[in-house]
């Protein structure tokens, strides 16, 4: 399983940004739960959204409403759209997959298998 995220970039306060994390071939990729991640140098890594296999989606109460993660299946794409951007949302931003989709793990980084490399987000005045 390879993921490679794209979208990054710098924005000012309010601006908005849309990640996109496209996945490789050789798997049923609609059978597997899928996440954004973001961490801080020094910080431990956080779950930001995700959405299973289902549909069923889950966010971090810190960008509830700003951020709106989908997937499409067929173009094996997840996205994360995300606007009203703070200088807090500045970090690196990854996405994950695993098979496991149970809601109780939807954001804990510990419970995913494979990972992108990453794409940095950064938010300014």
């Known amino acids: 399983v390879h993921l490679q995220e794209s979208g990054g970039g710098s924005v000012q306060i309010g601006g908005s940004l849309r990640l996109s994390c496209t996945a490789s071939?050789?798997?049923?990729?609609?059978?597997?739960?899928t996440g954004w991640f973001r961490q801080v140098s020094g910080k431990e890594r956080e779950g930001v959204a995700s959405?299973?296999?289902?549909?069923?989606?889950h966010y971090a109460d810190s960008v509830k409403g700003r951020f709106t993660v989908s997937r499409d299946n067929d173009a094996r794409m997840l996205s994360l759209h995300m606007n009203s951007l703070k200088p807090d949302d500045t970090a690196m931003y990854y996405c994950?997959?695993?098979?496991?989709?149970?809601?109780?793990?939807?954001?804990?980084?510990?419970?995913?298998?494979?990972w992108g490399r990453g794409t940095q987000v950064t938010v300014s005045s």
């Open positions: 959405i299973d296999s289902q549909g069923g989606i």
């Open positions: 071939s050789g798997y049923v990729y609609k059978f597997f739960c």
């Open positions: 994950a997959t695993k098979f496991d989709c149970r809601p109780l793990s939807a954001l804990q980084a510990q419970a995913y298998s494979y």
